[in-house]
């Protein structure tokens, strides 16, 4: 049986712990704009709502593919050796 050495799957796990860093680094950041602007006059108005709701799906879509293609090729490095 083999043993699990940290060293070979420390790629993996920085890559992952990178990843789940900017995810909820990315939520955090969305988060505190819809409450300063709330706050703020403009969250009265529907068309910043519809804006931000916009922004915040594309940039949700674009750290998700964009942290499948990194893991993909972090793991697809590995099996390759």
């Known amino acids: 049986m083999n043993r699990f050495v940290v060293?070979?799957?420390?790629?993996?796990?920085?890559?992952?712990?990178?990843?789940?860093?900017?995810?909820?680094a990315l939520l955090l950041v969305t988060d505190d704009l819809v409450s300063f602007i709330n706050h703020s006059g403009a969250g009265s108005n529907a068309s910043v709502h519809a804006v931000l709701q916009v922004v915040a799906f594309v940039f949700i879509?674009?750290?998700?593919?964009?942290?499948?293609?990194?893991?993909s090729n972090t793991f697809a490095t590995i099996i390759a050796g």
Do not use: D, P
Not at 63 to 71: D, E, I, K
């Open 61 to 71: 879509a674009i750290a998700l593919y964009t942290g499948s293609v990194v893991t």
């Open 7 to 24: 060293r070979e799957h420390m790629a993996s796990i920085l890559v992952a712990a990178l990843s789940s860093t900017f995810g909820v």
